[in-house]
């Protein structure tokens, strides 16, 4: 067995070197693995009076990769192209006296304010727009009772009322 694995090992770093594409691949992965980790946000591990704090981070990946290859119209080629991101965050630390190991996490109570301050705004945002558009109706309402009234009491503008129109040619017959 272990030959086996040996050798697909060894096909597989054959065909890594012969590729251009898979060549890039790799050298993103090994980029990415050496910029985010625990050092990349604590540091290496410290060592002091006989105790050894172990840094201990949190890490989140995405990639997304494409290659191929191409003998359409006697043009051969091959390409590929990638975009990644990864995301390191501080978990804790590992603290080895002797022969006791204890994991500290840390605490980040900023991140835990988050999403009741979110609600809290999303709630006060809905209060303010549901008052604003409560006292945009009454003034609506408002205008159309004050400019109702005024028509009562001088008749319209442009020409008779139609009920005054009435009254008078009842009154006229």
């Known amino acids: ?22 060549q890039v691949l790799g050298r993103l ?9 625990s050092e990349a946000v604590f540091g290496p591990a410290i060592e002091h009076d006989g105790a ?47 022969d006791d190991a204890e994991f500290r996490p840390v605490r980040q109570p900023a991140k835990a304010l988050v999403l009741p301050l979110a609600a809290i705004a999303a709630m006060a945002s809905v209060s ?17 009772l004050a400019e109702a009234a005024q028509v009562r009491r001088h008749g319209r503008q442009d020409g008779d009322s139609p009920a005054r129109t009435q009254e008078e040619t009842g009154a006229r017959a």
Do not use: N, W
């Open 1 to 22: 067995m272990p030959d086996s694995v040996s050798r697909r090992g060894t096909t597989a770093d054959a065909l890594i070197r012969s590729a251009p594409t898979l």
């Open 29 to 37: 992965i090994d980029q990415a693995g050496r910029q985010s980790g």
């Open 52 to 98: 050894v704090v172990v840094p201990v981070a949190r890490t989140r990946f995405f990639f997304a990769f494409g290659a191929g290859t191409s003998r359409a119209f006697r043009i051969v080629g091959d390409g590929g192209g990638g975009q990644g991101f990864s995301k390191t965050e501080p978990a804790g630390y590992l603290l080895i006296r002797g």
């Open 128 to 144: 303010i727009v549901r008052s604003a558009m409560r006292r945009k109706r009454r003034a609506e309402t408002a205008k159309a």
